[in-house]
Protein backbone atom coordinates (compact mmCIF):
# COMPACT_ATOMS: atom_id res chain seq x y z
CA UNK A 1 0.00 0.00 0.00
CA UNK A 2 1.43 3.52 -0.43
CA UNK A 3 0.08 6.49 1.76
CA UNK A 4 0.18 10.30 0.54
CA UNK A 5 -0.10 12.89 2.57
CA UNK A 6 0.20 16.78 1.55
CA UNK A 7 1.14 19.76 3.75
CA UNK A 8 1.94 23.48 2.38
CA UNK A 9 -1.65 24.96 1.96
CA UNK A 10 -2.48 28.16 3.38
CA UNK A 11 -3.83 31.53 2.81
CA UNK A 12 -1.86 33.78 0.59
CA UNK A 13 -2.38 37.06 -1.92
CA UNK A 14 -2.98 37.04 -4.99
CA UNK A 15 0.88 38.04 -6.66
CA UNK A 16 2.46 35.39 -3.76
CA UNK A 17 4.10 31.83 -3.67
CA UNK A 18 3.40 28.75 -1.89
CA UNK A 19 5.24 25.25 -1.69
CA UNK A 20 2.97 22.09 -1.11
CA UNK A 21 4.75 19.16 0.28
CA UNK A 22 3.88 15.22 -0.24
CA UNK A 23 5.18 12.91 1.40
CA UNK A 24 5.31 9.06 -0.44
CA UNK A 25 5.31 6.15 2.42
CA UNK A 26 4.79 2.59 1.38
CA UNK A 27 6.19 1.02 -1.89
CA UNK A 28 9.63 2.06 -4.20
CA UNK A 29 8.85 5.77 -4.65
CA UNK A 30 10.93 5.80 -7.64
CA UNK A 31 8.58 3.04 -9.48
CA UNK A 32 5.83 5.99 -9.46
CA UNK A 33 4.69 8.94 -10.98
CA UNK A 34 3.71 11.89 -8.83
CA UNK A 35 0.89 14.23 -9.56
CA UNK A 36 -0.95 17.21 -8.51
CA UNK A 37 -4.62 17.62 -9.38
CA UNK A 38 -6.82 20.33 -7.67
CA UNK A 39 -10.57 20.81 -7.54
CA UNK A 40 -12.25 24.06 -6.80
CA UNK A 41 -15.59 24.23 -5.36
CA UNK A 42 -18.13 23.35 -7.89
CA UNK A 43 -16.21 22.69 -10.41
CA UNK A 44 -14.54 18.79 -11.77
CA UNK A 45 -10.87 18.08 -10.39
CA UNK A 46 -8.07 18.78 -12.76
CA UNK A 47 -4.53 18.27 -13.76
CA UNK A 48 -1.74 20.63 -12.26
CA UNK A 49 1.63 19.11 -12.75
CA UNK A 50 3.58 15.38 -13.15
CA UNK A 51 6.75 14.31 -12.74
CA UNK A 52 7.59 11.02 -14.00
CA UNK A 53 9.60 7.96 -11.97
CA UNK A 54 13.05 9.37 -13.14
CA UNK A 55 11.93 13.52 -13.03
CA UNK A 56 13.34 14.22 -16.33
CA UNK A 57 9.85 14.18 -17.89
CA UNK A 58 7.17 17.11 -16.25
CA UNK A 59 4.08 18.21 -17.92
CA UNK A 60 1.49 21.27 -16.92
CA UNK A 61 -1.52 22.48 -18.50
CA UNK A 62 -1.19 25.78 -20.21
CA UNK A 63 -3.33 27.45 -16.86
CA UNK A 64 -0.21 27.03 -14.80
CA UNK A 65 2.99 26.55 -16.95
CA UNK A 66 5.65 29.27 -15.89
CA UNK A 67 4.13 29.64 -12.58
CA UNK A 68 3.87 26.38 -11.03
CA UNK A 69 7.34 23.63 -11.07
CA UNK A 70 6.67 20.15 -9.75
CA UNK A 71 10.10 18.29 -8.32
CA UNK A 72 10.59 14.97 -6.28
CA UNK A 73 13.59 14.24 -3.87
CA UNK A 74 14.23 10.33 -4.72
CA UNK A 75 15.87 10.57 -1.28
CA UNK A 76 13.25 12.03 1.27
CA UNK A 77 10.47 10.30 -1.14
CA UNK A 78 9.20 13.35 -1.11
CA UNK A 79 6.96 15.53 -4.11
CA UNK A 80 7.27 18.97 -4.07
CA UNK A 81 4.63 21.64 -6.17
CA UNK A 82 6.34 25.40 -6.07
CA UNK A 83 3.59 27.62 -6.74
CA UNK A 84 4.59 31.41 -7.85
CA UNK A 85 2.65 34.04 -9.08
CA UNK A 86 -0.62 32.68 -7.81
CA UNK A 87 -4.46 34.12 -8.61
CA UNK A 88 -7.33 34.09 -7.08
CA UNK A 89 -8.44 31.29 -9.95
CA UNK A 90 -6.02 29.15 -8.28
CA UNK A 91 -7.94 28.83 -5.19
CA UNK A 92 -8.86 24.74 -4.64
CA UNK A 93 -8.20 21.61 -2.85
CA UNK A 94 -4.46 20.47 -3.87
CA UNK A 95 -4.23 16.34 -4.20
CA UNK A 96 -1.11 14.27 -5.05
CA UNK A 97 -1.58 11.24 -6.88
CA UNK A 98 0.75 7.95 -7.26
CA UNK A 99 0.99 6.06 -9.97
CA UNK A 100 3.08 2.91 -11.48
CA UNK A 101 2.06 3.92 -15.08
CA UNK A 102 3.79 6.30 -17.48
CA UNK A 103 0.93 7.09 -19.87
CA UNK A 104 -2.36 8.87 -19.85
CA UNK A 105 -1.22 11.00 -17.04
CA UNK A 106 -3.29 13.79 -17.49
CA UNK A 107 -5.89 11.72 -16.32
CA UNK A 108 -7.13 11.11 -12.77
CA UNK A 109 -8.60 7.11 -13.54
CA UNK A 110 -4.52 6.65 -13.99
CA UNK A 111 -3.89 7.24 -10.52
CA UNK A 112 -4.02 4.97 -8.09
CA UNK A 113 -3.19 6.27 -4.60
CA UNK A 114 -4.47 9.71 -3.39
CA UNK A 115 -3.75 11.99 -0.71
CA UNK A 116 -6.40 13.94 1.97
CA UNK A 117 -5.79 17.40 0.29
CA UNK A 118 -4.96 20.65 1.18
CA UNK A 119 -6.60 24.03 0.98
CA UNK A 120 -4.87 27.11 -0.77
CA UNK A 121 -6.60 29.87 -1.09
CA UNK A 122 -5.82 33.01 -2.66
CA UNK A 123 -7.00 36.05 -1.97
CA UNK A 124 -7.50 39.48 -4.29
Known amino acids: QVQLVESGGGLVQAGGSLRLSCAFVGRTFSSYSMAWFRQAPGKEREFVAVTVWSGAFTSYPDSVKGRFTISRDMYKNMVYLQMNSLRPEDTAVYYC?????????????????WGQGTQVTVSS
Open 97 to 113: AATPTGTALADESTYRY
